[in-house]
């Protein structure tokens, strides 16, 4: 079956450095991959989507790469700031209504100052 | 301001008591979608909706039902609520299915 796995439940980060955050998935070739950040007790907030066709996506300090043959996606927040802490899912799907949308459990990203 | 509301936001219920979250979205947005929230099981979808009068099941659709009879609203029903439906309960819209999902604020869930 599809799965989804994202690197420790965990992952504490002083102020200012980079957290880099890991996606994988087996049983599964999604054509995209979403990335989420989601803060205690709020519904998940959207920040990027990254295509099949395209390895590298960047928005300010966040920066998504997508490697289909590794079947993984890595997720990077650089500068971080206590501000960044939250937990970050990601979420592969395919084109086909017949794929379903499915949410990894999380990674809790902890930026200490 | 662009939204998905919820409503209600906390509900404790009983055993059997049939019950309706409700979800509106006021984007025009074609795909929505219902998901449920457990502590290390991450989100789980329960049905989506690709557009008017068109719904399928997710990954965790038994003791669920939904209906969309206008675009901008989904409503979630629960015909006889049992306590492993206990969860936190998110809905969500986008334009289409690829796209960015917007969530609203969710809904806390406690069947007794």
């Known amino acids: 079956s599809q799965k989804i796995e994202q690197n420790s439940e965990a992952l504490n980060i002083q102020e200012g450095k980079t957290a880099t955050l890991t996606c994988n998935y087996t049983?599964?070739?999604?054509?995209?991959l979403q990335w989420y950040r989601q803060d205690p007790g709020r519904g998940p907030v959207f920040l990027l989507l990254i295509r099949e066709n395209e390895k590298e996506k960047r928005k300010e300090r966040l920066k998504v790469t997508f490697d289909t043959t590794l079947k993984q996606s890595l997720f990077h927040i650089t500068a971080s700031q206590p501000a960044d802490s939250a937990t970050y899912l990601c979420?592969?799907?395919?084109?086909?209504?017949?794929?379903?949308?499915?949410f990894g459990s999380g990674t809790r990203l902890s930026i200490r100052p | 301001e662009a939204q998905v509301t919820q409503n209600p936001r906390y509900l404790i219920t009983v055993t059997g008591k049939k019950l309706t979250v409700t979800c509106s979205q006021n984007?025009?947005?074609?795909?929505m979608s219902w998901y449920r929230q457990d502590p290390g099981l991450g989100l789980r979808q329960i049905y989506y909706?690709?557009?008017?009068?068109?719904?399928d099941k997710g990954d965790v659709p038994e003791g669920y039902k939904v209906s969309r009879k206008e675009k901008r609203n989904f409503p979630l029903i629960l015909e006889s609520p049992s306590p492993n439906q206990t969860s936190l309960y998110f809905c969500?819209?986008?334009?289409?299915?690829?796209?960015?999902?917007?969530f609203g604020p969710g809904t806390r869930l406690t069947v007794l």
């Open positions: 049983n599964y070739s999604p054509a995209y």
């Open positions: 984007m025009n947005h074609e795909y």
């Open positions: 969500a819209s986008s334009l289409r299915r690829a796209d960015e999902q917007f």
């Open positions: 979420a592969p799907a395919g084109y086909s209504s017949a794929s379903k949308i499915i």
């Open positions: 909706s690709m557009n008017v009068e068109v719904t």
